[in-house]
Antibody
């Protein structure tokens, strides 16, 4: 069973740093892209970017480039989203999601929709 | 690519059908021949859940009262008979050129 389990809620002050995690299981973690999605309070979904855990190739949405950093640790099948200096406007729920794909003859190909989602991590930034 | 959903709110009577439209600002046909338009459901207090992918394919475990259709830039999600558990917000999403979500349509029971 494919699962993405995210780390718990964070409460931080402005200018703090934080790193949240997303642990994948039930599939070959290094063969599927992981995406990050923001949902501000009462608002819709925003794509932040994606990372390929196999080689840590990253793609950032222009809206989030330079504001956050994605990383992944293959040895523990975990992807990360981090901020070096939080702002109050970063207060939101953050979801990780697996980009779908299929494997054939040992090569895996992405399909561009998110099939499995984590439960979300709420990040609250307040002075 | 900008995704526009209509309506933004849809009050529906239990057992009646519901329909949500999604329009993209550009064709969603990918260079690989697929059209990466998917539909997600987000129940209150829950993460999003994939319902439909590549226009019309139901994801594992999704009831057959959900169906997707469309082509090019115009797409529709239909629920044949709304049940209480269908309450929530529905999003279309395109993955053909980067990724983008529609604004969401809130489905509520009359």
């Amino acid at each position: 069973e494919v699962q993405l389990v995210q780390s718990g809620a964070e409460v931080k002050k402005p200018e703090d740093s934080v790193k949240i995690s997303c642990k994948g299981s039930g599939y070959k973690f290094t063969s599927y892209w992981i995406g990050w999605v923001r949902q501000m309070p009462g608002k819709g979904l925003e794509w932040m970017g994606t990372i390929y855990p196999g080689d840590s190739d990253t793609r950032y949405s222009p809206s989030f480039q330079g504001q956050v950093t994605f990383s992944a640790d293959k040895s523990i099948t975990t992807a990360y989203l981090q901020w070096s200096s939080l702002k109050a406007s970063d207060t939101a729920m953050y979801y990780c999601a697996r980009l779908a794909g299929y494997c054939s003859a040992g090569i895996c190909y992405p399909e561009y929709y998110f099939d499995y989602w984590g439960q979300g991590t709420l990040v609250t930034v307040s002075s | 690519i900008v995704m526009t959903q209509t309506p933004l709110s849809s009050p529906v009577t239990l057992g009646q059908p519901a329909s949500i439209s999604c329009r993209s600002s550009q064709s969603l046909v990918h260079s690989d021949g697929n059209t990466y338009l998917s539909w997600l459901q987000q129940r209150p207090g829950q993460p999003p859940r994939l319902l439909i992918y590549k226009i019309s394919n139901r994801f594992s475990g999704v009831p057959d009262r959900f169906s997707g259709s469309g082509a090019g830039t115009d797409f529709t999600l239909k629920i044949s008979r709304v049940e209480a558990e269908d309450v929530g917000v529905y999003y279309c999403m395109q993955g053909t050129q980067s990724y983008a979500f529609g604004q969401g349509t809130k489905l509520e029971i009359k």
